[in-house]
């Protein structure tokens, strides 16, 4: 089943068209119904964290929506066909009735999720109810509103296993969602043995759907990675949490002093870079050196060729995915500066200075690695300004 759900949400109305037939058995109650849902248009916008965007959910072909009214214990099942949500076994009912529908289904299985941001549609659960009382014989408005939240899992260092889990306030696993029947909700399914709603083996950037408005413990591993408020998280909104520190600060050994010095990161598994050159020239033998014979001390090393190439892709252009650059002086000299674009990353920048009198127009760079492949052991890049 493929959903969608963009970086923008906005409301999704969908108008559908009669389609029925007479049963001769039960000439008094007709089978077949319309269904018009419409999608809350829900700021997704999440309050604790920065530069975020909004996102759309559209229903996609295929899709269902379960139905169910106070007269009846199961559900009768919508399907969407690009255009249209109908049903063809559903029963309008003798005596005015409250409907509840559900989307993706009555059930929602949380375990194992895929962590891909193109499927989180598929664990996306809506519910909503009809207005007041009806028989259903003009059909059904159901105003759809989001009962889970996302989490945006940062997974920060190379090689690092993620183990997503989430516990309720008691202490028990939550496994998934279960539609409360006669009420526009859902109800968390929940465990006494461990369940994993997301299992990785690095770094990256993944979504988990969780249960919304209820309190909520967020753990990878055995970590605490969050615990929410009593009113749990708001529905219909996103939430970043990463896995570890994209900036901070290391002692180097300068001289024989300790002294601190800041590092950040630009992408989800990449090296953590000094700000600052840690020494104007270094010979390749130095630069391989590690631990206490090392230029700053045991904290520090040069990077691996390895560690640099996600910077830049197809030769010398840069990888757009991870970084953004820009040519630009700073403390009288040129050079660039490096953003990171990935979520968790985008306040955090590196400014590597060029060598000599580049100019206003661009230049090359040549940087020691700890690497020696092809009898190379500088990572070399160009850059250039294009003319106006």
Excluded at 182 to 202: C, G, R, T, Y
Excluded at 238 to 261: H, P
Excluded at 306 to 332: C, H, I, M, R, W
Aim: hydrophobic share 35%; glycine share 10%.
């Amino acid at each position: 089943m493929k959903k969608i759900l963009y970086s923008v949400f906005m409301l999704a109305t969908m108008v559908l068209a009669a389609c029925s037939s007479d049963d001769t058995t039960e000439p008094a109650v007709k089978r077949g119904m319309v269904l018009k849902a419409n999608v809350e248009d829900t700021d997704t916008r999440a309050t604790i964290t920065d530069n975020e965007g909004k996102w759309k959910f559209a229903f996609a072909t295929n899709d269902v929506v379960k139905v169910g009214n106070d007269e009846v214990e199961s559900y009768y099942t919508f399907t969407y066909d690009g255009n249209l949500f109908t049903s063809t076994d559903a029963k309008q009912t003798t005596e005015a009735a409250n409907w509840c529908a559900f989307f993706p289904g009555e059930t929602i299985d949380l375990t194992n999720q895929t962590g891909k941001f193109a499927d989180v549609a598929n664990k996306y659960a809506l519910a909503g109810a009809t207005a007041s009382a009806t028989t259903g014989s003009e059909g059904l408005t159901v105003t759809m509103k989001a009962k889970a939240a996302v989490l945006r899992i940062v997974g920060v260092n190379a090689g690092e296993p993620l183990d997503i889990s989430v516990k309720t306030a008691e202490g028990k696993y939550v496994s998934g969602l279960d539609a409360v029947k006669h009420s526009a909700n859902f109800s968390v399914q929940i465990s006494d043995a461990k369940v994993s709603l997301l299992s990785k083996s690095d770094a990256g950037v993944y979504y988990v759907v969780v249960p919304a408005g209820v309190k909520i413990l967020v753990y990878n591993g055995d970590k605490l990675m969050k615990t929410t408020k009593d009113a749990g998280l708001t529905a219909g909104k996103y939430y970043t949490l990463l896995t570890g520190e994209t900036t901070g600060k290391e002692f180097a050994t300068i001289n024989g002093e300790k002294v601190e010095k800041e590092w950040v990161q630009l992408w989800p598994g990449g090296p953590k870079f000094a700000k600052e050159n840690v020494k104007d020239k270094m010979t390749f033998t130095d630069a391989c050196k590690t631990g206490d014979a090392y230029v700053w001390g045991a904290n520090w090393r040069t990077p691996k060729g390895e560690e640099l190439a996600p910077l830049y892709k197809d030769g010398y252009a840069v990888n757009t995915e991870n970084v953004s650059a820009v040519f630009k002086q700073s403390n009288g000299s040129y050079g660039i500066e490096f953003t990171g674009v990935q979520h968790g990353y985008t306040n955090n920048k590196i400014f590597l200075h060029g060598e000599g009198n580049l100019g206003t127009k661009g230049g090359q760079w040549s940087y020691l690695t700890s690497t020696d492949k092809n009898n190379s052991m500088t990572w070399n890049f160009f850059f250039w300004v294009a003319e106006n």
